[in-house]
């Protein structure tokens, strides 16, 4: 069961250790080489491909049109720890 995705309820304030190491997941719409953190090797990934990544992040990415958010059919974002 463990990396598996879950639903969050995004009006929680915890900030545990677990909650600060949560990632969303993204659906790249553009093929390239992508890197979440500074100090991790560059990546090929395929358009329609699915990541777990930063929500910092993800949000470069979406801004830029190079990925989407996923989310769940009721519009819940899809939490990764």
Known sequence: MR????IVNLSSTS???EREAMKVLIQYTQAGKYRDQ???SLTLRSKGDMQAVTPSYA????EQSKATLVMTEDGQIIFHS
């Not at 949000?59 to 979406?62: D, P, W």
């Open 15 to 17: 900030t545990t250790p």
């Open 38 to 40: 500074a100090w991790e």
């Open 59 to 62: 949000a470069q990415l979406i």
């Open 3 to 6: 990396n598996q995705p879950k």
